[in-house]
Antibody, heavy 118, light 107 residues
Framework: VQLVESGGGVVQPGRSLRLSCAAS????????MHWVRQAPGKGLEWVAV????????YYADSVKGRFTISRDNSKNTLYLQTNSLRAEDTAMYYC????????????WGQGTLVTVSS | DIQMTQSPSTLSASVGDRVTITCRAS??????LAWYQQKPGKAPKLLIY???SLESGVPSRFSGSGSGTEFTLTISSLQPDDFATYYC?????????FGQGTKVEIK
């Protein structure tokens, strides 16, 4: 199992970034996928989830209306579109796979860093 | 939303010590709780899921217990590789929330 995030970088407040997570080593289309973030020196914050077929999506209140989670099962890729970025969105963003049946997040990527600064 | 209160925030211990970390949920989450270990610059690693089930490959010195609103992670004999930050995660309902973390330091 491998999850590789990309798309992070330095961006000005109010701008957008699209993060990607390329999955391999498992049948991507059968797993629920999540994004989790961690601000520098801070704890973990759950961000969003998308069901295996994209039929359901849920978000943390802190990103609702600004971030959109999506997936392309034909490309084994998870996305996070981040709009109207704020300084407080500065964080390492991790994608993670949800463990089948029993839940929790069993595999994580190495993360991609988003820095929101003018 | 369900809030997770984790304690202590920092713990100083020696190799061989028995260590206990607690998480309290603001309402019942049944057994939908996981524990993670995170080392600096690394992604979190799953240790325990469904409150007390040991993830494959995780040493048996790690154990979890509890249900409802009170949960504990116990390390029976602390090893040098265990100095890290530990987080609980509830996954009873959305939004999922993590505890604030417990940093286990060398005494």
């Amino acid at each position: 199992v491998q999850l590789v995030e990309s798309g992070g970088g330095v961006v000005q407040p109010g701008r957008s970034l699209r993060l990607s997570c390329a999955a391999s080593g498992f049948t991507f289309s059968t797993y629920v996928m999540h994004w989790v973030r961690q601000a520098p020196g801070k704890g973990l914050e759950w961000v969003a989830v998308i069901w295996y077929d994209g039929s359901n999506k849920y978000y943390a209140d802190s990103v609702k209306g600004r971030f959109t989670i999506s997936r392309d099962n034909s490309k084994n890729t998870l996305y996070l579109q981040t709009n109207s970025l704020r300084a407080e969105d500065t964080a390492m963003y991790y994608c993670a796979r949800e463990k089948s049946i029993v839940g929790a997040l069993d595999y994580w990527g190495q993360g991609t860093l988003v820095t929101v600064s003018s | 939303d369900i809030q997770m209160t984790q304690s202590p925030s920092t713990l100083s211990a020696s190799v061989g010590d028995r260590v206990t970390i607690t998480c309290r949920a603001s309402q019942s989450i049944s057994s939908w709780l996981a524990w993670y270990q995170q080392k600096p610059g690394k992604a979190p690693k799953l240790l325990i899921y469904k409150a007390s089930s040991l993830e494959s490959g995780v040493p048996s010195r790690f154990s979890g217990s509890g249900s409802g609103t009170e949960f504990t992670l116990t390390i029976s004999s602390l090893q040098p590789d265990d100095f890290a930050t530990y987080y609980c995660l509830h996954y009873n309902s959305y939004p999922w929330t993590f505890g604030q973390g417990t940093k286990v330091e060398i005494k």
